[in-house]
């Protein structure tokens, strides 16, 4: 009977190891890193100073952004955090900002997008094309036009040091907006 029983148990180890390295999980904590990265974003530049008040500007944030459907949050939340990554990678403010603090809020987004990646590769075999798809791929291209008036503006400004406070403040203000959006579609 220890035989019949141990082999069974084993059948079902390598069944559930089988299942978890060819099919992975969505592990996507939006709450808990949305949090990390809201709090590393204010520490990285720390206070926004007086005299950068004459360099802030409506970026126009997308609200149709908050109309999206339960079934599309995942990937919107995916391309702003994807466009976050690419601005934060490059031209920013030497010396102004804590490095350290600024490598763990890009490693704290990159994780992010690669636990939704895999989200959305489960979610991607079951889509169909229908009107909410174009809603999202509207609303995506509503993003990307965001990030692309952040990116002329740090531009029009040559990456000053006060142009990047504005667009942390701005992405701060976003990211509690998404924390907002996370609340009200997955609980």
Not at 125 to 138: E, G, H, P, V, Y
Not at 148 to 175: G, P
């Amino acid at each position: 009977m220890t035989i019949l029983v141990q082999r069974s148990l084993l059948q079902v180890c390598v069944t559930l190891c089988y299942i978890q390295i060819s099919h992975p999980v969505c592990l996507f904590q939006g709450f808990k890193m949305n949090y990390h990265n809201i709090n590393f974003l204010c520490k990285m530049g720390g206070c926004f100073s007086q005299q950068c008040l004459s360099e802030t500007t409506d970026f126009r944030f997308p609200m149709e952004i908050t109309n999206i459907t339960q079934k599309n949050v995942k990937m919107i939340i995916y391309e702003f955090l994807q466009q976050i990554f690419q601005l934060f990678s490059k031209n920013l403010p030497v010396g102004a900002w804590n490095i350290s603090k600024t490598e763990i809020f890009q490693n704290g987004i990159h994780q992010q997008i690669e636990e939704l990646e895999i989200c959305l590769s489960e979610e991607q075999s079951k889509a169909r094309n229908t009107f909410q798809t174009w809603i999202l791929k509207s609303t995506t291209f509503s993003v990307k036009k965001y990030f692309q008036r952040i990116t002329n503006f740090l531009k029009d400004k040559q990456y000053s040091h006060c142009s990047w406070e504005a667009v942390q403040m701005e992405l701060r203000t976003s990211l509690i907006i998404f924390d907002s959006l996370m609340k009200n579609h997955t609980s």
